[in-house]
């Protein structure tokens, strides 16, 4: 079998046979394949697409690149969740704590951000001295001890997607519904758990511009996740404007401990309380989705879910102080406000542009080698909808460096506007995908 054959046949719109994805797969993995070659075929797909079939049979392949972790010394059903990449999207960082705190045991695998979107593992390294570089076995333990391990991919779990991830990000081949779907649901399947919830964005700021888009994406993932053994729903949840206030990262951690305090913004609140709902229910800990609210709301306000907050930060070897005093977190002094510029209604707040904003200052990367910078970040100060008078504070911008500074301004005058009249009131969650 050739490369260029099985590239030419996806050119032509043909379907992949499963020996041709395995041939493609195994040979990313081991470097057979160069990557002018493997970029090629990733083009071809976004163009052409794949069925289905072909889709459960790239994911499956890519799970078998690497091993599917053992996590049977780990008590009770264990539930992940994974959004498919959102601005503002901290919900993992809350989420994770409360499962927990009611019984499930939650082993997440996040990635960092790509593009525009912020990413878990960058969230979680603004606290000092968390590592989200656990062994396996380290991993295993944390579940066992606090009921969540946090971490990033390694070169054992799904390796293909290690791979193919760094190069989609470079060639202009992320926004493909089979390729994400083969992407997430190959380290998902592969990091040994019973149940998966994810949270599919939809709007400005996610990678699925259009409702219908991310309906097949959502469609795509839970018959893939279902169909492996893994119980799989997703939510469909809005992300046209940034969710909470917070766009960053450790600006987006002190959000979250807000919330685990009984606090913070209402839309965060929202859309964190209706996933962690069905991690509760796919994890048995509760029967219904009233049932599930009922005990998410009493690890709040119990406050038993900060508390496993301090203990997961503690076991991966963060400083726990950070949960009481959020001065520990880092920060910088200077900020700059952009006002309204007139009276009216605030018409939108544009998640990707203060997305692209928040990269900008250096909350995320251009480069895959840049380093992130954990203090900056962007404030939302008003949301869609709320009434306006001009010079009233919108956004609040944290930098560093005053040529960033200008850049982000930039897009950030660009991402609100100001109306006659407040925007059509917007659903948070769209819709529930079994
Ligand atoms: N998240 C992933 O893990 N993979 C993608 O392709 C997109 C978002």
Same mark, same amino acid.
């Not at 972790?69 to 999207?89: A, E, F, I, N, Q």
């Not at 229910?281 to 900060?306: F, M, N």
């Given at each position: 079998?050739?490369?260029?054959?099985?590239?030419?046949?996806?050119?032509?719109?043909?379907?992949?046979?499963?020996?041709?994805?395995?041939?493609?797969?195994?040979?990313?993995?081991?470097?057979?394949?160069?990557?002018?070659?493997?970029?090629?075929?990733?083009?071809?797909?976004?163009?052409?697409?794949?069925?289905?079939?072909?889709?459960?049979?790239?994911?499956?392949?890519?799970?078998?690149?690497?091993?599917?972790?053992?996590?049977?010394?780990?008590?009770?059903?264990?539930?992940?969740?994974?959004?498919?990449?959102?601005?503002?999207?901290?919900?993992?960082?809350?989420?994770?704590?409360?499962?927990?705190?009611?019984?499930?045991?939650?082993?997440?695998?996040?990635?960092?951000?790509?593009?525009?979107?912020?990413?878990?593992?960058?969230?979680?390294?603004?606290?000092?001295?968390?590592?989200?570089?656990?062994?396996?076995?380290?991993?295993?333990?944390?579940?066992?001890?606090?009921?969540?391990?946090?971490?990033?991919?390694?070169?054992?779990?799904?390796?293909?997607?290690?791979?193919?991830?760094?190069?989609?990000?470079?060639?202009?081949?992320?926004?493909?519904?089979?390729?994400?779907?083969?992407?997430?649901?190959?380290?998902?399947?592969?990091?040994?758990?019973?149940?998966?919830?994810?949270?599919?964005?939809?709007?400005?700021?996610?990678?699925?511009?259009?409702?219908?888009?991310?309906?097949?994406?959502?469609?795509?993932?839970?018959?893939?996740?279902?169909?492996?053994?893994?119980?799989?729903?997703?939510?469909?949840?809005?992300?046209?404007?940034?969710?909470?206030?917070?766009?960053?990262?450790?600006?987006?951690?002190?959000?979250?401990?807000?919330?685990?305090?009984?606090?913070?913004?209402?839309?965060?609140?929202?859309?964190?309380?209706?996933?962690?709902?069905?991690?509760?229910?796919?994890?048995?800990?509760?029967?219904? +989705? =009233?049932? &599930?609210?009922? /005990?998410?709301? !009493? @690890? $709040?306000?119990? #406050?038993? *879910?900060?508390?496993?907050?301090?203990?997961?930060?503690?076991?991966?070897?963060?400083?726990?102080?950070?949960?009481?005093?959020?001065?520990?977190?880092?920060?910088?002094?200077?900020?700059?406000?952009?006002?309204?510029?007139?009276?009216?209604?605030?018409?939108?707040?544009?998640?990707?542009?203060?997305?692209?904003?928040?990269?900008?200052?250096?909350?995320?990367?251009?480069?895959?080698?840049?380093?992130?910078?954990?203090?900056?970040?962007?404030?939302?100060?008003?949301?869609?909808?709320?009434?306006?008078?001009?010079?009233?504070?919108?956004?609040?911008?944290?930098?560093?460096?005053?040529?960033? +500074? =200008?850049? &982000?301004?930039? /897009?950030?005058? !660009? @991402? $609100?506007?100001? #109306?006659? *009249?407040?925007?059509?009131?917007?659903?948070?969650?769209?819709?529930?995908?079994?």
């Amino acid at each position: 079998m050739r490369a260029v054959d099985v590239i030419m046949k996806k050119r032509d719109g043909g379907a992949l046979s499963h020996d041709e994805i395995r041939f493609f797969v195994d040979g990313v993995t081991s470097g057979a394949w160069p990557d002018y070659q493997a970029s090629a075929l990733l083009m071809a797909i976004v163009l052409r697409g794949m069925t289905p079939d072909e889709t459960a049979r790239l994911t499956d392949a890519m799970v078998h690149s690497g091993i599917r972790v053992d996590l049977s010394r780990v008590p009770g059903l264990k539930v992940d969740k994974h959004s498919t990449g959102g601005v503002g999207d901290k919900t993992s960082l809350i989420l994770a704590p409360v499962a927990a705190a009611c019984g499930v045991p939650v082993p997440m695998m996040s990635g960092r951000g790509l593009g525009h979107t912020g990413g878990t593992l960058d969230k979680l390294e603004a606290i000092p001295g968390f590592r989200v570089g656990l062994s396996l076995e380290e991993f295993t333990a944390a579940l066992v001890k606090t009921g969540c391990g946090m971490i990033g991919q390694t070169s054992q779990i799904a390796p293909a997607d290690k791979k193919l991830y760094a190069l989609r990000d470079v060639t202009g081949t992320v926004e493909s519904i089979p390729l994400i779907s083969a992407s997430i649901m190959s380290k998902k399947i592969a990091e040994g758990i019973d149940a998966l919830v994810l949270d599919v964005k939809t709007g400005s700021g996610a990678f699925m511009k259009t409702e219908a888009d991310s309906r097949m994406l959502a469609q795509s993932l839970v018959s893939i996740g279902n169909a492996s053994g893994v119980k799989t729903v997703a939510l469909i949840t809005d992300m046209e404007s940034p969710l909470g206030r917070a766009v960053g990262n450790a600006n987006e951690v002190a959000e979250c401990i807000e919330v685990l305090r009984g606090g913070g913004p209402a839309d965060l609140i929202e859309v964190t309380l209706e996933l962690t709902k069905r991690v509760l229910v796919l994890g048995k800990v509760a029967t219904s +989705l =009233e049932d &599930a609210g009922r /005990l998410a709301q !009493q @690890a $709040i306000s119990s #406050g038993r *879910a900060l508390e496993r907050f301090g203990q997961i930060i503690d076991m991966q070897g963060g400083d726990p102080r950070v949960i009481d005093d959020l001065s520990r977190l880092p920060h910088v002094d200077t900020q700059e406000i952009i006002t309204a510029p007139r009276d009216g209604f605030l018409t939108r707040v544009d998640a990707e542009l203060v997305g692209r904003a928040s990269v900008q200052l250096g909350a995320g990367r251009d480069r895959v080698e840049d380093a992130v910078d954990f203090g900056v970040g962007i404030m939302v100060l008003a949301k869609p909808g709320a009434a306006v008078r001009r010079g009233d504070p919108i956004v609040e911008i944290f930098y560093r460096d005053r040529e960033r +500074l =200008e850049r &982000a301004r930039a /897009l950030l005058h !660009q @991402a $609100i506007a100001v #109306g006659d *009249a407040p925007p059509p009131a917007r659903r948070l969650i769209l819709d529930e995908v079994h």
